[in-house]
């Protein structure tokens, strides 16, 4: 350089400095922004060699069209028509060529071309998801810049466009849709009950008198034919003696039997032709003596129950499952019960019958579960926890929980479009479990939907579409 050249620069250098020295020497104010002055002045000076000390780029003139006018000191303040300052001074215009955004790239009305093709910049919006837009570049009260929206990002209203910088803060990320088995398991309370079909009842259907009740109590394990009690019935024993006069008499046989008469006393009749004082009555099960209502000398009524005995190797559990649940409880499902007297322990079934009726008083339907009980440690009316292994049964098409926005009135879930694109779509659910949920309609296998963050996205569209809303044709930036 030559020494003209070098004597300028060292001219504007000394001018810099003395403007800072001023500045710095007043508390009153804030000094403005230091920027070196326009250079054409400096062409000015005689002895100045312009052409050695500055470049021709250094200063281009300004090309394209006024696309907003900004502050003349370089303050953060913007207008999209011509205005002064306080004290008079007009505000600078700024063209196409000259607006830089943060990264030195033109953010003017006509972005660099994509793929060929320029984009267009409609308006500016509020960085921090405010609704607020602007047709011209501006600052939020903390200084931030506020995004451009392009065409193209804005024609359908729906899908949204995040900074790639703006999705790492933000923790955003999808994974894609693939099918799933979904289990769910339905946790319900559920009590013991031994199965009807092993459970009978002692009695005798005429009026009689109990004579000798052998030692069998409730609780105790009784054997099929195993004597219980003696029964003194007169009817009893005019039909006995009628079967020892005419033993082959088919009427006279058929009598005692409808008299609930055991084959084994009827068959002792017939072979020592002798009527018995009393006649005893055996168990008629293998089984457990439930209830004994038999006392001797006692007159019981036809059809009193004397004894009631149940054979408890298959228990029931009954699980009282709620209304909004049925959906997802089938015959087959697998269940695990777990005895609150037995902890650590459990016990496998499968659903056996879904009762036809709901509680009205609980909204509960009953469902039968049965269970294997060998060593006889589940007892009647024992309270249980079961789990029922509910669930789709094979695969379909889901989605992990998180992905799914759940309104009440409407489902929706993200689409990740992939280069910070995003577009909520509404969708129909079905069953849930497993951290998974099912969809029936809106997406397909292979679409990326949001998992992480999703609410945030749901928020800007939101936004968006309410933007859209409010501005009119005319009014649009």
Request: charged fraction near 25%; aromatic fraction near 6%; hydrophobic fraction near 40%.
């Amino acid at each position: 350089m030559s020494r003209a050249g070098r004597a300028g620069l060292a001219l504007a250098a000394i001018l810099a400095a003395g403007t800072g020295g001023y500045w710095a020497g007043r508390r009153d104010v804030a000094p403005p922004p230091v920027s070196f002055p326009p250079t054409s002045w400096l062409r000015a000076i005689p002895w100045f060699d312009s052409a050695a000390a500055i470049p021709a780029s250094a200063d281009p003139a300004p090309s394209g069209p006024v696309i907003y006018y900004r502050d003349p000191d370089g303050r953060p303040a913007y207008s999209a028509t011509p205005r002064k300052t306080a004290d008079g001074r007009a505000f600078a215009p700024v063209h196409a060529s000259e607006d830089v955004g943060f990264e030195g790239k033109p953010t003017a009305a006509v972005s660099a071309p994509v793929g060929g093709a320029p984009k267009k910049i409609l308006y500016y919006r509020n960085p921090m998801g405010l609704p607020d837009t602007s047709p011209s570049p501006k600052k939020d009260s903390m200084g931030m810049d506020y995004l451009p929206v392009y065409a193209g990002e804005d024609e359908d209203g729906v899908t949204v466009k995040l900074a790639p910088g703006k999705l790492q803060r933000t923790g955003v990320r999808s994974e894609i849709v693939s099918d799933q088995v979904i289990v769910r398991q339905v946790r319900v309370p559920g009590t013991v009950q031994p199965d009807e079909r092993r459970v009978s009842v002692v009695s005798v259907p005429t009026d009689a008198f109990v004579g000798k009740v052998e030692s069998v109590t409730t609780g105790d394990r009784v054997r099929k034919g195993q004597p219980l009690l003696q029964i003194r019935s007169p009817e009893i024993a005019a039909a006995a003696a009628q079967l020892m006069i005419n033993p082959g008499y088919e009427g006279t046989n058929r009598r005692l039997e409808n008299l609930n008469v055991p084959q084994e006393v009827i068959a002792e009749i017939t072979r020592t032709r002798q009527v018995p004082l009393a006649f005893i009555w055996p168990s008629p099960r293998d089984g457990v003596v439930l209830m004994r209502n038999a006392t001797e000398g006692m007159k019981m009524s036809a059809g009193d129950a004397l004894f009631r005995i149940a054979d408890l190797s298959t228990v029931w559990v009954l699980a009282d499952v709620p209304e909004y649940d049925l959906a997802n409880v089938r015959p087959g499902q697998t269940a695990t019960i777990r005895v609150r007297s037995l902890p650590g322990r459990t016990f496998q079934g499968r659903v056996a019958l879904i009762y036809p009726q709901v509680a009205k008083e609980t909204r509960t339907t009953k469902v039968r579960i049965e269970i294997p009980n060998p060593d006889g440690v589940l007892r009647p009316d024992m309270y249980a926890d079961v789990e029922i292994a509910s669930g789709s049964g094979g695969p379909v098409l889901a989605v992990p929980d998180s992905a799914v926005i759940d309104t009440g009135a409407r489902q929706v879930v993200i689409l990740d479009k992939g280069e910070g694109r995003f577009e909520p779509r509404e969708v129909k659910i079905g069953t849930q479990g497993g951290g998974f949920t099912e969809i029936r309609g809106g997406i397909a296998v292979g679409d990326r939907v949001v998992v992480a963050a999703n609410f945030l996205i749901d928020a800007e569209s939101n936004l968006k579409a309410a933007l859209r809303g409010m501005t009119s044709p005319e009014t649009k930036p």
